[in-house]
């Protein structure tokens, strides 16, 4: 389980025929700019969260700024 396994399309695809490495470089970009903008509504998510459970001032903060939203 600690051993990462290079499974990227480029190292199961270099070789053969009809290989397009623009489609490779385009599906990893895809790939990493949706990746980033899961982390960011996890983090904006789990911050929420995280703010809703305080209590006293940073609680109304949280909700005044969730409102302003």
């Not at 025929?17 to 789990?46: C, H, K, M, Q, W």
């Not at 903060?61 to 409102?67: G, K, R, S, V």
Request: aromatic share 6%.
């Amino acid at each position: 389980m600690k051993n990462n396994t290079d499974t990227s399309a480029l190292s199961l695809l270099a070789n053969e025929a009809g290989y397009d490495p623009i489609e490779d470089r385009l599906r990893e970009n895809i790939r990493s700019t949706i990746e980033a903008v899961f982390e960011e509504e996890l983090d904006a998510f789990l911050g929420r969260c995280r703010y809703d459970r305080g209590t006293g001032k940073l609680r109304a903060t949280a909700m005044a700024a969730e409102n302003a939203s």
